[in-house]
Each structure stands twice: as structure tokens, then as C-alpha cells.
């Protein structure tokens, strides 16, 4: 079968990475959360008291981007796949809230997001891959075959965050994990550097009421629509 790029974006927590996930594993795709690499650099940024203690300063990240090194290692047989930070598996770490609530702002610097895009469109180049962030269908990969838009209500969004949170044992609330979500939208769709908006040829996708499986026959149903429309140009 002809072999796409997949570009998913939307706003946090609203199911974009398990819909990568399961349609890349449907697909035999290589599936990449760009999410992880910002939160890899900001787990560096915090390791390396580079970032103020409102989170609102991140100081002298470009003289450090030469000393990063984000790496993924993919199970063949699961395709689950983890992010390293300078060859350190950091998978666990750079989901705890701290990451959250800083990576928004370490994500908002020109220099960060050159390196991590030139990263990615490396990672992509070889199509079949589905790609999941905030600047996917737009700065990435504006000419991928699909593009969806991932949406779905926020406090839906909050109550899925919190239990996976809770699930791992961090004493999160749902008011705090709420502010963190409000916040992050707020600077992912206002910030200078490559804002979160939909690209005008992406297919929305509102998670609110749909489970899992139905996200993922919808989406995989635009996938072989498309792989079909290349097949017959
Ligand atoms: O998808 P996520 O919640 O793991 O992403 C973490 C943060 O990284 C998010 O608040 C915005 C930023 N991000 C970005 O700016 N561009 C991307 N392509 C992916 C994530």
C-alpha cells in the first residue's frame, strides 16, 4: 500500500497521541510524539536551572541546544516507542506536571523549535509515519497527505489527564491539572513562533463522545480515502 504522512494536531490532552498511536499500529507506521521532544528539552532546561521559578524565564537555551540529544527507541513488536534525553530513557519524567507546566514556554523559543523541526521532518522523510503535535500539518509537513485537527471539550480533557496522572500515583487535583491545560492553550495559540492553528485542508476530529475504536475506524477510513486518491492520480 502506498505510503502516506499522517500529520495530527490539536490542543493538550485531547487524545491526539492515542489516536497516533493506534493508527500507526494499524498501519505498521512509525508513530512520533513531538510533544515528547519539547517536553525532553524542558526536562533538560529544569535539570539544568535554565528556567526561572514561575516558569515564565528560560534562560540561554541556544548556547545549550548542541549538549541535547533527542533520540526515540522503538519496540518492533509493541511499536511503543521512548524518548531518550542524551542516551537517558526519560519517558515517565517528562510526563510529571512540573514538565507541563513549563514546557509551554520552552516550546515558545525560536531556536528550540528550528532544532526540533529539522529533527522531525528527518524522522518523516520517509513517509509512512504519523506525526502528532501543534505545528504538524502547518511548519512540518504542510504538504502531508492528511491532516486531522484533534479537539475535544475541556473538562473532558481534564478528567483524562487527571486519571492518567492519578494512575501513576502523582497527588495531582483536577483544578491544578485544569489551570495547566487553559494555560498551556493559551500560550500554544498566542505565541509568536508557529501557533497552534488548524491547517485550512485538516479534517476535524472532536474526541468529547467518541471512544476509542471509533476514533480510530474514523481516522483510518481517511487514511485508505487518501492512500486510494494517490494511488488513482
Ligand atoms: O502534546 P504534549 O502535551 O505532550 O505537548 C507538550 C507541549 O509541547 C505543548 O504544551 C506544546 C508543545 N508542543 C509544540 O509546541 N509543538 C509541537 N509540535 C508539540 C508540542
New binding site residues.
Partial sequence: MHKITIAI?GY??CG??TLAKDIAHRLDYIYI???????AV?LYCLKNNLINEDGKEVYKVQEFLDDITITFQCDPETKKCEVYLNGEMVENE??SLVV?NN??A???IKEV?EK??SL?RELGKSKGVV??????GT??FPDAELKLFVTADTEVRAKRRYNELRGKGDKVTLEEIKLNLEK?DH??TH?KE?P?VQADDAIIIDTTTLTRQIQADIAYDLVIEKVEEKANQ
Fill in positions: 494536531d493538550s490532552s491526539k497521541s510524539d513531538t510533544g515528547a521532544m519539547y517536553r524542558t517528562i510526563r507541563a514546557v509551554s520552552v516550546s515558545a523549535r526540533l523541526v522531525q506525526m502528532d503535535g501543534r505545528d504538524i511548519v512540518v498551556r500560550i500554544d505565541r508557529s497552534l
